[in-house]
């Protein structure tokens, strides 16, 4: 039987590509899962080509969201039992942060075509459908 988990969260330090003994590419990662002041830590490794491309492409501190068959391990550490969670990733995608916003350069004029677009509140004054 596999589980299959959906995790979200930063990258915790940058992704490493590796070979295997019989010479196969593989990349991990370790995900940091927030839930407010609780952080749950994620071992990821991607097998497959498309996972490994779009995890070795991001950054530690890149949030991203993905996918695959769930490994749990227990170990132990000091004579504590200790859980070590971690995802066989099939689908990796990096969530993008909004953009923020920029001053503009004093003396600067606004394009003529934000100009002319006006504000959100003017193109569209009618009330909400729903």
Do not use: C
């Not at 170990?75 to 099939?90: F, P, Q, R, T, W």
């Amino acid at each position: 039987m596999t589980a299959h988990v959906l995790v979200t969260g930063a990258l915790y330090r940058q992704p490493e590509q590796r070979t295997s003994k019989a010479g196969k590419p593989f990349v991990v990662a370790t995900i940091r899962a927030a839930t407010g002041e609780v952080s749950q830590f994620w071992n990821v490794i991607a097998f497959s080509e498309s996972a490994q491309t779009e995890l070795s492409r991001l950054a530690a501190g890149d949030v991203v969201s993905l996918q695959g068959a769930l490994k749990a391990e227990i170990y132990e550490k000091n004579g504590e039992a200790k859980l070590s969670l971690g995802v066989v990733a099939d689908h990796v995608t990096a969530l993008r942060q909004p953009a923020k916003a920029r001053p503009r350069p004093e003396g600067k004029p606004m394009s003529r075509r934000r100009r002319d677009a006006g504000g959100a509140s003017e193109q569209f004054d009618d009330p909400l459908p729903f």
